[in-house]
């Protein structure tokens, strides 16, 4: 069969799926429909694969463009480019590990209810499938707007407790408008070029020089992206929904839906603007950097001061974000692609750290530092994967969240030279803040935290487990997803295809010219070749200098009690964080206005 | 072709966005999220309009006659249904939070601030 025609089939098998769960759910037993759902998440990751195979082969630039239904001129389009196509195996094959971990995580669905999660979860998949696949900015639209709605029924899917429900509310309204701030984008885009598609749109505004219409349209389509991708200061609403969401959710929205904002706006600005008729190059580069280098440091210093173990995380995924966007701001082939690997390697190290707090919130009822000190010692195999998490998670080689790091820092660096400093200050202190939990929880080290030497009010980690009653033992699955989690993320920086494949996918992302002609003409002349992704001696001694650099300050805060003078330095930017919806959205407004004032200098 | 039916959707997009930072009620909240949302829709039909233009059914008009743009009609119905969705789920949680938790007040919700 057409490999062409197995595009649909990446976004329509876990609609289907979800759809036989719905009829079936209730009437199946609990293990029954797991494994259906499992089925169906495991059939779309190997179809996503095959897809993944046929676009990456190596030879001419083509790769697989299906119009649905053969309506050419307006109908919908996907595109398997190797970049989309790899997200969409990311995303199915992450679905199909949060599925394995919830089998014994949720255990007892409220009666009736069955399918409910698996098929809530094969939605979400369909929807970020559609998004990475998806050539045509209203089906964009869309994608991301299914993504979100089932987000946050998904974060607020314990409706019996008060904080989800605050969370996913919080993350709904926030980003509903920013959906409705990109199709206000999407919507004069249309209006000045009659087109929908990225590369119909992109030739059409390349026959002129840029305008203000046209800039707003940049502004307006970019910011709900970047709200998805929280970019300070559109992040408000992502450690409300991380700290409250079900962890196997958390594991999704960290490690893939949060990086397809990213994704979204390299993916308009490559197709669409980087021509003579958008923004030009300089001009986008400064305005991704600024917003990029704001998200790393704010993210960084938040993570730090965290006590509550998924906000930690959550915020180290703002400031990981930063990194990942500061990547695309370079706008290189090679920034692109050390993105991208390094997007791989943090989906995997980043989802199994969820889950080992997953583990210490069923087993203890809380994911709060201070509370659990010492407490975890009789998990020394939780404690170890954590640990392994920690360091993964600073970009230590070979992990390919390090090689990644390693290949776009070295990108950035072309562009800034003080980037790459960026980059291991901000991989240390996120790496440093959950090897510090770590020491303290599993390993008990240092001085047991008392609350006092903290300033000001805390949001602690006392939350109600999520399986029935506290775990007593813990179940296989809690256990191996993990394990299987960092093990991929150790075999993409160690395994030279992986480097030699998202190089090509990189090469073939940027390459402009060659996508217009592959979406709309059926061929295209091969991208320019790149050097892949590699190990090399400056990168492997920086991954090694931010582990140790991680290490050093993880010791350092449990042997030194808190400092209350830097407490209360930092507590007005935490005070920001207020929990209340007007002020993020007054928040997303001041950040579109940023974005405004960062792009206007590009009208000519 | 006015400018008007722009500016009028800018409006109604700043009313509402105006009306979610100032709210004091979780449902009026959703409820200026339902009215920033149709900003869209005003601007959708606005860069559709044509002219003396028909509507885009050609069972009973020549083929030659002047309609409006379908599509944008077609991308409005789409958004509806996309809005219908996200105030319904909004909705469903607010009720819900005011089961468990007593009121709709943003200002109370407060559990997770810093």
């Given at each position: 069969?057409?490999?062409?025609?197995?595009?649909?089939?990446?976004?329509?098998?876990?609609?289907?799926?979800?759809?036989?769960?719905?009829?079936?759910?209730?009437?199946?037993?609990?293990?029954?429909?797991?494994?259906?759902?499992?089925?169906?998440?495991?059939?779309?990751?190997?179809?996503?694969?095959?897809?993944?195979?046929?676009?990456?082969?190596?030879?001419?630039?083509?790769?697989?463009?299906?119009?649905?239904?053969?309506?050419?001129?307006?109908?919908?389009?996907?595109?398997?480019?190797?970049?989309?196509?790899?997200?969409?195996?990311?995303?199915?094959?992450?679905?199909?590990?949060?599925?394995?971990?919830?089998?014994?995580?949720?255990?007892?669905?409220?009666?009736?209810?069955?399918?409910?999660?698996?098929?809530?979860?094969?939605?979400?998949?369909?929807?970020?499938?559609?998004?990475?696949?998806?050539?045509?900015?209203?089906?964009?639209?869309?994608?991301?707007?299914?993504?979100?709605?089932?987000?946050?029924?998904?974060?607020?899917?314990?409706?019996?407790?008060?904080?989800?429900?605050?969370?996913?509310?919080?993350?709904?309204?926030?980003?509903?408008?920013?959906?409705?701030?990109?199709?206000?984008?999407?919507?004069?885009?249309?209006?000045?070029?009659?087109?929908?598609?990225?590369?119909?749109?992109?030739?059409?505004?390349?026959?002129?020089?840029?305008?203000?219409?046209?800039?707003?349209?940049?502004?307006?389509?970019?910011?709900?992206?970047?709200?998805?991708?929280?970019?300070?200061?559109?992040?408000?609403?992502?450690?409300?929904?991380?700290?409250?969401?079900?962890?196997?959710?958390?594991?999704?929205?960290?490690?893939?839906?949060?990086?397809?904002?990213?994704?979204?706006?390299?993916?308009?600005?490559?197709?669409?603007?980087?021509?003579?008729?958008?923004?030009?190059?300089?001009?986008?580069?400064?305005?991704?950097?600024?917003?990029?280098?704001?998200?790393?440091?704010?993210?960084?210093?938040?993570?730090?001061?965290?006590?509550?173990?998924?906000?930690?995380?959550?915020?180290?995924?703002?400031?990981?974000?930063?990194?990942?966007?500061?990547?695309?701001?370079?706008?290189?082939?090679?920034?692109?692609?050390g993105t991208a690997l390094y997007v791989l390697g943090h989906a995997g190290v980043k989802a199994a750290l969820f889950a080992c707090?997953?583990?210490?919130?069923?087993?203890?009822?809380?994911?709060?530092?201070?509370?659990?000190?010492?407490?975890?010692?009789?998990?020394?195999?939780?404690?170890?994967?954590?640990?392994?998490?920690?360091?993964?998670?600073?970009?230590?080689?070979?992990?390919?969240?390090?090689?990644?790091?390693?290949?776009?820092?070295?990108?950035?660096?072309?562009?800034?030279?003080?980037?790459?400093?960026?980059?291991?200050?901000?991989?240390?202190?996120?790496?440093?803040?959950?090897?510090?939990?770590?020491?303290?929880?599993?390993?008990?080290?240092?001085?047991?935290?008392?609350?006092?030497?903290?300033?000001?009010?805390?949001?602690?980690?006392?939350?109600?487990?999520?399986?029935?009653?506290?775990?007593?033992?813990?179940?296989?699955?809690?256990?191996?997803?993990?394990?299987?989690?960092?093990?991929?993320?150790?075999?993409?920086?160690?395994?030279?295809?992986?480097?030699?494949?998202?190089?090509?996918?990189?090469?073939?992302?940027?390459?402009?010219?060659?996508?217009?002609?592959?979406?709309?003409?059926?061929?295209?002349?091969?991208?320019?070749?790149?050097?892949?992704p590699h190990w090399q001696l400056t990168g492997i001694l920086l991954g090694l200098l931010s582990a140790a650099l991680a290490i050093?300050?993880?010791?350092?805060?449990?042997?030194?009690?808190?400092?209350?003078?830097?407490?209360?330095?930092?507590?007005?930017?935490?005070?920001?964080?207020?929990?209340?919806?007007?002020?993020?959205?007054?928040?997303?407004?001041?950040?579109?206005?940023?974005?405004?004032?960062?792009?206007?200098?590009?009208?000519? | 072709?006015?400018?008007?039916?722009?500016?009028?959707?800018?409006?109604?997009?700043?009313?509402?966005?105006?009306?979610?930072?100032?709210?004091?009620?979780?449902?009026?909240?959703?409820?200026?999220?339902?009215?920033?949302?149709?900003?869209?829709?005003?601007?959708?039909?606005?860069?559709?309009?044509?002219?003396?233009?028909?509507?885009?059914?050609?069972?009973?008009?020549?083929?030659?006659?002047?309609?409006?743009?379908?599509?944008?009609?077609?991308?409005?119905?789409?958004?509806?249904?996309?809005?219908?969705?996200?105030?319904?789920?909004?909705?469903?949680?607010?009720?819900?939070?005011?089961?468990?938790?007593?009121?709709?007040?943003?200002?109370?919700?407060?559990?997770?601030?810093?």
């Amino acid at each position: 069969m057409d490999t062409t025609r197995l595009l649909p089939l990446v976004v329509a098998l876990p609609l289907l799926g979800a759809a036989v769960l719905v009829a079936t759910g209730r009437r199946l037993p609990r293990l029954v429909s797991d494994i259906v759902g499992c089925a169906f998440a495991a059939a779309t990751a190997a179809t996503a694969l095959l897809v993944l195979f046929r676009a990456g082969r190596p030879g001419p630039g083509t790769y697989p463009v299906e119009w649905v239904g053969g309506w050419r001129r307006v109908g919908i389009v996907l595109v398997g480019d190797p970049l989309g196509a790899g997200l969409a195996a990311l995303v199915s094959l992450l679905v199909v590990a949060v599925l394995v971990y919830s089998w014994r995580y949720f255990e007892e669905p409220p009666r009736r209810h069955t399918g409910s999660f698996p098929a809530l979860i094969l939605v979400f998949q369909a929807g970020m499938c559609g998004f990475a696949l998806t050539g045509d900015l209203f089906n964009a639209f869309v994608s991301f707007e299914l993504m979100g709605v089932v987000a946050y029924a998904l974060t607020g899917f314990r409706v019996e407790d008060p904080k989800p429900l605050q969370g996913a509310l919080a993350f709904g309204v926030v980003n509903s408008l920013g959906g409705y701030v990109t199709l206000l984008g999407v919507t004069l885009l249309y209006a000045r070029t009659g087109e929908l598609g990225f590369a119909q749109i992109g030739r059409r505004l390349d026959t002129d020089g840029p305008d203000g219409p046209v800039l707003a349209a940049f502004v307006l389509v970019t910011t709900g992206l970047l709200v998805k991708a929280a970019a300070v200061p559109f992040h408000f609403w992502l450690p409300d929904a991380h700290a409250v969401a079900p962890t196997p959710v958390c594991m999704l929205l960290s490690g893939v839906m949060v990086e397809l904002g990213v994704y979204g706006v390299a993916r308009v600005y490559w197709t669409v603007f980087s021509g003579p008729g958008g923004l030009s190059h300089p001009d986008f580069t400064r305005a991704l950097l600024v917003l990029g280098v704001l998200t790393a440091l704010l993210g960084a210093v938040m993570c730090w001061q965290q006590r509550h173990l998924k906000r930690l995380l959550a915020l180290s995924t703002v400031a990981h974000t930063g990194l990942f966007l500061i990547g695309v701001a370079v706008l290189t082939p090679e920034g692109i692609s050390g993105t991208a690997l390094y997007v791989l390697g943090h989906a995997g190290v980043k989802a199994a750290l969820f889950a080992c707090a997953g583990v210490l919130l069923d087993r203890y009822a809380t994911v709060d530092e201070h509370e659990l000190f010492g407490r975890a010692r009789e998990l020394p195999a939780v404690g170890v994967l954590f640990a392994v998490g920690g360091l993964g998670l600073c970009g230590l080689p070979p992990f390919g969240s390090g090689l990644g790091k390693a290949a776009a820092e070295e990108a950035a660096g072309h562009t800034a030279g003080w980037l790459p400093a960026l980059y291991v200050l901000v991989s240390a202190v996120t790496g440093g803040a959950v090897l510090r939990a770590g020491l303290r929880i599993f390993a008990g080290v240092g001085r047991r935290p008392r609350d006092e030497e903290e300033g000001g009010p805390e949001t602690t980690g006392e939350e109600e487990p999520e399986t029935r009653g506290r775990l007593g033992r813990i179940p296989v699955p809690l256990l191996a997803v993990p394990a299987a989690l960092l093990a991929a993320s150790l075999a993409l920086g160690v395994i030279p295809a992986v480097g030699s494949a998202v190089g090509r996918a990189g090469a073939l992302f940027t390459d402009t010219g060659g996508y217009r002609r592959t979406v709309l003409d059926g061929h295209a002349a091969a991208a320019p070749a790149h050097p892949p992704p590699h190990w090399q001696l400056t990168g492997i001694l920086l991954g090694l200098l931010s582990a140790a650099l991680a290490i050093t300050l993880a010791t350092l805060a449990v042997r030194r009690p808190v400092h209350t003078g830097t407490a209360a330095l930092l507590a007005p930017v935490r005070r920001l964080q207020s929990g209340h919806i007007g002020d993020y959205v007054a928040w997303l407004i001041a950040g579109t206005a940023l974005l405004t004032v960062l792009t206007v200098p590009g009208v000519h | 072709m006015t400018v008007l039916p722009y500016l009028v959707a800018g409006w109604i997009f700043l009313i509402g966005v105006y009306g979610l930072v100032t709210s004091r009620d979780l449902i009026h909240a959703v409820g200026c999220l339902a009215v920033t949302q149709s900003s869209t829709y005003v601007l959708l039909l606005a860069v559709g309009y044509r002219n003396g233009g028909t509507a885009p059914v050609f069972a009973d008009a020549p083929t030659n006659s002047r309609v409006v743009d379908p599509v944008v009609q077609a991308l409005t119905l789409t958004d509806i249904v996309v809005g219908a969705t996200v105030t319904a789920l909004l909705l469903a949680l607010v009720v819900q939070l005011r089961k468990r938790h007593g009121t709709v007040d943003p200002d109370a919700l407060s559990e997770l601030k810093g």
